[in-house]
């Protein structure tokens, strides 16, 4: 008997943070101490899946693009580097503090999330606190209207390079991993034989001292980027950030996401950051009250970042064109996905619940992660339908030689029943189960089931590597 099923959207933030921690994807950081608010500690299958998406990215942007090379910038940089990129001044939010419970807010969050005032981040801090007072807004936190008004904060963490007396040496952690590209752009262009347009892909760690509350791993003080610094003509700067939004479109498509679960939003004049001449971000639908919220970005950051650096460093930082005879700043389109909000929204949109029917024709429900299969931490399970030495041994053989043969990472589960291995591999978006039975033992054939549609199908076992391969792909 097989098993069927009836679907519906079910995904809420609460049960994407419980399956996370249940199943061993992303458990809250330091745990045992009570937590830390915002830190969160990615768990077996979380580092798999991670790692697919960054390798995923990496292949798809980096290595199979003749217009690309890659870089591993540090997280410490040179305090001037912050000076010139304008973080020191400018990497700010805008916050207000309770007088009463001493808690702190993000003013502009405050004004979306009490007054459904859309894109606050757009206002001043002066026009933000004229709306507080004026409003008399309450503490979220205490409900005191003790909220002073909204002053600017610098969203670096720094630290200290030796004693940590010598103030002298501050430094930050980098808040971004663009600058990493602006300051190695030199020595790209001087040993890497590039031609304009041509980009720089990197991923790496970056910090921020977010304050607002983070809703599980989409708003972190340790993240990961994944960003393209794509070096163009100032003239063609408008037609290849038209290119830049298909191929950012190509890889939502690629991960997966559900087309009616992400937009773009185009960024007003007024909202725009100080280096950009036009911004957009790609937006995701989260469940709940969390409504739309920003996945990734695309900005043409012109030549703020390259001048900047010039006139700090005193270095000549300009292409020469030989075609045109000519030297010049380039313009700099910049694609930038967040790694954590990737495996944020990839988790949400792949989430399911169905009712069903098991494996003795019983109702039954099912979690079911449809991952991607490229993406999936597991690509498939093997499952001896018994505990019986004659099965396992032949399991354990078929394990190590999908392993070997396609190079997918596989799990291996002889516990329980096999209607509730089916459902733990359900639950952690595993594309595919193969049962090896009593029957293999005779016929040399096992049991692949397929984690969408539930369909089984009888494939002798010198077929399973080649039809995994060809289905993960
Ligand atoms: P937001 O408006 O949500 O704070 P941002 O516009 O400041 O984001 P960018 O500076 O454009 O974000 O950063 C590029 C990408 O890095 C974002 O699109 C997002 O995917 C990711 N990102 C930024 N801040 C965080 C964070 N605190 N935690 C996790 N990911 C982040």
């Excluded at 980027?225 to 003509?233: D, P, R, S, T």
């Excluded at 397929?450 to 060809?470: F, G, H, I, K, Y």
Aim: charged share 30%; with cysteine; hydrophobic share 40%.
């Amino acid at each position: 008997m097989s098993e069927q099923a009836e679907t519906t959207r079910a995904a809420t933030m609460d049960k994407i943070v419980a399956l996370s921690k249940r199943r061993g994807f992303v458990y809250p950081g330091s745990d045992i101490y009570g937590g830390l608010a915002n830190t969160w500690d990615f768990g077996p299958l979380g580092v798999e899946l991670r790692n697919n998406i960054k390798q995923l990215w990496w292949r798809n942007f980096v290595q199979k693009r003749r217009d690309m090379v890659g870089l591993d910038a540090g997280i410490l940089m040179h305090p001037r580097v912050w000076e010139a990129s304008g973080h020191v001044v400018n990497f700010n939010d805008p916050l207000v503090d309770c007088k009463t419970c001493k808690a702190r807010f993000r003013a502009d969050h405050l004004l979306e999330d009490k007054l459904g005032i859309e894109n606050a981040e757009a206002m001043s801090p002066d026009e933000m606190s004229a709306i507080i007072r004026e409003k008399n807004l309450a503490c979220p936190n205490c409900g005191n209207r003790t909220l002073t008004d909204a002053r600017q904060f610098n969203m670096m963490f720094s630290t200290t390079i030796g004693p940590v007396s010598e103030s002298a040496n501050k430094v930050y952690l980098r808040p971004e991993t663009a600058q990493g590209i602006f300051v190695q752009y030199k020595n790209l262009i001087n040993t890497q034989r590039v031609k304009l347009p041509f980009g720089v892909g990197q991923i790496g760690k970056a910090f921020r001292n977010e304050i607002t509350p983070g809703n599980f791993i989409f708003r972190v003080l340790e993240f990961e980027q994944m960003e393209i610094e794509y070096f163009v003509k100032p003239d063609e700067a408008p037609e290849k950030f038209d290119e830049w939004v298909q191929a950012m479109q190509q890889w939502i498509d690629l991960i997966g996401l559900k087309p009616e679960h992400v937009r773009v939003r185009e960024h007003a004049k007024e909202e725009l950051s100080h280096y950009s001449a036009r911004t957009i971000d790609y937006e995701y639908l989260f469940p709940g009250s969390m409504g739309w919220k920003e996945l990734y970005g695309l900005a043409n950051r012109t030549d703020f970042d390259l001048r900047q650096h010039q006139e700090h460093s005193g270095d000549d930082l300009r292409f020469f064109d030989q075609a045109a005879n000519e030297r010049y700043l380039p313009y700099v389109i910049e694609p930038t996905f967040g790694v954590d909000r990737t495996f944020l929204t990839v988790m949400v949109d792949a989430y399911d619940e169905e009712e069903t029917v098991d494996v003795n024709g019983k109702a039954d429900k099912r979690t079911v992660l449809r991952l991607a299969p490229r993406l999936a931490p597991y690509k498939a399970a093997i499952l001896p339908l018994a505990k019986k030495p004659e099965l396992t041994k032949v399991a354990w053989e078929l394990f190590e030689t999908i392993q070997d043969e396609t190079g997918a990472l596989v799990d291996y589960d002889e516990t329980a029943n096999i209607g509730k291995r089916y459902r733990r591999q359900d639950e952690i978006g595993t594309p595919f189960c193969v049962t090896v039975d009593f029957d293999t033992l005779e016929d040399g054939a096992v049991t692949i089931r397929d984690r969408d549609t539930m369909d089984q199908q009888r494939v002798p076992m010198s077929e399973v590597s080649a039809m995994l391969a060809e289905r993960i792909r």
